[in-house]
Structures are given as C-alpha cells and as structure tokens.
C-alpha cells in the first residue's frame, strides 16, 4: 500500500534551517515526481516546490525561491526540502506528494499526512 510518510518539522526562529524528509513505501519513486506543498491557518495549500524522477528538473513557488531546495535519493525512496533562512510566513504544514508521471506540472495524486513547521522568536 502506497505511503508517505514527513518528518523533520518543528519550531525554528526566524533565519534558522530545517530539513524535511519524505520516505515512501509501497511504491518506488524513481518513476515520478515528488513535490512539497503547505497550508497555513486560514489558506489554501500551495505548491512549494516539485521535482522531476530523474532529480534533473526542480522548480520552485516564488516566495521560497533562494531559500528552499528540494532533492531526492531514489536509492533510499527518499524526498528531502531543505529550507534555509525561514520567515514566519513559512509557518503551515508541509505536505510531500507523490505524481503519476515523470514531470512537474501535472499535479499529485497522493499526499502524506504533514508535518507542522512553525517559524517564531
């Protein structure tokens, strides 16, 4: 059964760092892109960031750009977000998801459960 499952959330002041990480099982990843999406009190989710099954194509939402950066290891079935110099903005919770196909751009059609980041002094 496909899961995803996020970790590496938590409590960070403003300019720290934190990692996420999305383990699947059930399925490889190799085959399709990943991406991270997030939703704050009150908002819609929004996409984060995606990346294509070979690694070789990421984008990026225009308010993380510079400062996130996603990767993947399809050895380890395995998503990461780094994410460096957070706002409070960035406080939501962060989604990892899974498409159909290989390229960004078509959407997801399964997510894990979250993970909370919240980004406070």
């Known amino acids: 059964q496909l899961q995803l499952v996020e970790s590496g959330g938590g409590l960070v002041q403003p300019g720290g760092s934190l990692r996420l990480s999305c383990a699947a099982s059930?399925?490889?990843?190799?085959?399709?892109?990943m991406g991270w999406l997030r939703q704050a009190p009150g908002k819609e989710r929004e996409g984060v960031s995606c990346i294509s099954a070979s690694g070789g194509s990421t984008n990026y939402a225009d308010s993380v750009k510079g400062r996130f950066t996603i990767s993947r290891n399809n050895a380890k079935n395995t998503v990461y977000l780094q994410m460096n110099s957070l706002k409070p903005e960035d406080t939501a919770i962060y989604y990892c998801?899974?498409?159909?196909?290989?390229?960004?751009?078509?959407?997801?059609?399964?997510w894990g459960q979250g993970t909370q980041v919240t980004v406070s002094s």
């Open positions: 998801a899974v498409s159909s196909v290989a390229r960004c751009g078509y959407g997801y059609n399964n």
């Open positions: 059930g399925f490889t990843l190799d085959y399709y892109a």
